[in-house]
């Protein structure tokens, strides 16, 4: 008699995501590792600890702690840390590495050929100052990116992801390439933030919710604001978010309480962001670029609201102008005070655009689902491979 033994089981795919900031992957990036995790991949976040590993642990995904600065681009700083995530790569057994974010592209794409682990995603959530750039040095820096992460950093089963498909363009790439996927953002869940009615008007009541950045053109909507109030317009603007004590392109808080005493609400962070859109008649980015698809504007316009934003990668991508909002150029308060006076001036055509902008998250490709199944097909894929 025979006795045959058990099939072995299946070896377990290995995914790390690497990503500089817990809060960031936390705010994001929860739905991807949830969906890894319900494939049967084994999961590790690789991070900087602070307050949000519970939270992580919690789709299934191990953390690992790595610190490193995400301001830092110093290639000492970066080569020092890319040696530490490498052996923590190779501790691992990861299968497939998933870079967040540019400096994690840089630092992870390095530990990844260093671990040599060639199935590699990088996802691009903007270019940052980079992106806004259109100078020489703008160009130049691009120009380092785009060899770097299509040369040395790269491999045959590199997959690129990008949220808008202008960044894809700068780095010299297709966005019809195989390689390269378009998402919507990290994607959103329409049922956590559901269309609510329009509060009453006027006043037209406008909201940014962001990080209080030079970079998000808060000032620009401040002085707009200022524009729109001196034509007579009735027409309030609110500030919700914290300045980012790491980012050198952070807004003082004496500035921002300086804003308030001219008028601007500046509440500070909030937690309870349908709350604040139900309030609230125009979701507003007057960014000056650099985007990948802005978050806050995605929940805004989840929340059936009119946006008002810059004509820049990413904002772009999601406002078509005069259909869920309208878009203006980078820098220019007049032309956002204009965009006020005209929204003010007509509470059904805000209305309108509000229903527009929920229509275009749910039937667009802006969903968590839409945007966690095409990820989940860029891991199968390079399961396969």
Known sequence: MVTLSPPSPAPTNRLVFVVTEDWFFASHFLPMARAAVAMGLSVAVVTRVRAHRAVIEATGARVVELEAERSSLNPMAAGYAAGQLAAILKGLKADIVHCIALRSILVGGTAAAMAGIPARIYALTGLGLMGARSDVTGRMARLGLRQLIRGPLASKKTRFLFENPDDARALGLDPADTTVTIVGGAGIDPALFPSATQPPSPPLRIAIVARMLWSKGIDTAVEALRLARAQGTAVELSLY?????????????????????????????????????????????????????????????????????????????????????????????????????????????????????????????????????????????????
């Open 241 to 385: 978010g914290a300045p980012d004590a790491s980012n050198r392109r952070a807004i003082p808080e004496e500035t921002l309480r300086g804003w308030s005493r001219d008028g601007v609400a500046w509440h500070g962070p909030t937690r309870d962001v349908t709350r604040v859109w139900a309030e609230h008649h125009v979701g507003c980015l007057p960014s000056r670029g650099g985007e990948g698809l802005p978050r806050t504007l995605l929940e805004a316009a989840s929340c059936g609201r009119a946006i008002l934003t810059t004509d820049v990668p990413g904002c772009r991508t999601l406002v078509r102008d005069g259909i869920e909002g309208l878009l203006v150029p980078a820098d220019d308060a007049p032309a956002l005070a204009a965009a006020m006076v005209r929204l003010a001036a007509d509470p059904l055509l805000t209305a309108r655009m509000g229903g527009a902008a929920r229509q275009r998250i749910v039937e667009g490709g802006f969903t968590e689902e839409a945007v966690t199944e095409a990820v989940a097909g860029i891991y199968a894929e390079l399961i396969r491979a």
